[in-house]
């Protein structure tokens, strides 16, 4: 069945850094979303990608959807204390159902 | 703004026992969904339904059933509670299409002893 792969599982970086976890699909996507964790939260939606090889941007936070509509990145620019928790990719593609990655903690250092 | 709820935060149960865990949401969305969410494994479908009284199985529906008699409220069943279906449970529900958007309830923490 579909696979939705997520790396890397944790990372912790300085505040100021920048911070980036990828996705990888087992199969072409129709669309993929990314959803946010806080820590103690539930999953909050972030954005869909749609088009091949398209590119949103929300201040900070650059998605990327690959050419072959089967990768998508999560770049965020000099993160801050607020960015932490758990990001997840889930992608819709066989079936009716999103497959949702394993998700990315991060946790940022002042 | 869409609101899910869900019925406990937090439950402990003892091996062997019935579990409900509802679910509510207040847009009128078609879908619904149920979810276990455990470290490092990401979230796991268990179940979903379209429609009222449809339900179709996700991919880990062993050990759990489902029952949606009226399209705000979805519940999830564990017939005999097994300490391996400790975990979080997250409930969504999202409009038209699967494709769609989907907002998650605020989770329930199920601990079997």
């Known amino acids: 069945g579909q696979q939705v792969m997520q790396i890397p599982q944790y990372q912790h970086v300085q505040e100021g850094e920048d911070f980036t976890t990828y996705c990888n699909s087992s199969t072409t996507l129709s669309n993929i979303q990314w959803y946010k964790q806080r820590p103690g939260g539930h999953p909050v939606f972030l954005i869909q990608?749609?088009?091949?090889?398209e590119v949103k941007k929300q201040k900070r936070l650059t998605f990327q959807f690959g050419e072959a509509k089967k990768n998508s990145s999560l770049h965020i620019t000099a993160t801050q204390t607020t960015d932490v928790g758990t990001y997840f990719c889930?992608?819709?593609?066989?079936?009716?159902?999103?497959?949702f990655g394993a998700g990315t903690i991060l946790r940022v250092k002042s | 703004d869409v609101k899910v709820t869900q019925s406990s935060r937090y439950l402990v149960k003892r091996t062997g026992e019935k579990v409900f865990l509802e679910c509510v949401q207040d847009m009128d969305h078609e879908n619904m969904f149920w979810y276990r969410q455990d470290p490092g494994l990401g979230l796991r479908l268990i179940y979903f339904?379209?429609?009222?009284?449809?339900?179709e199985k996700g991919d880990i529906p062993e050990g759990y059933s489902v029952s949606r008699e009226k399209k705000e409220r979805f519940s999830l069943i564990l017939e005999s509670a097994s300490t391996n279906q400790t975990s979080m449970y997250l409930c969504?529900?999202?409009?038209?299409?699967?494709?769609?958007?989907?907002?998650f309830g605020p989770g329930t923490r199920l601990t079997v002893l």
């Open positions: 889930a992608g819709y593609g066989y079936g009716n159902k999103l497959v």
């Open positions: 339904s379209y429609d009222v009284k449809m339900k």
């Open positions: 969504a529900s999202s409009p038209g299409t699967f494709a769609d958007t989907q907002y």
């Open positions: 990608l749609v088009k091949s090889g």
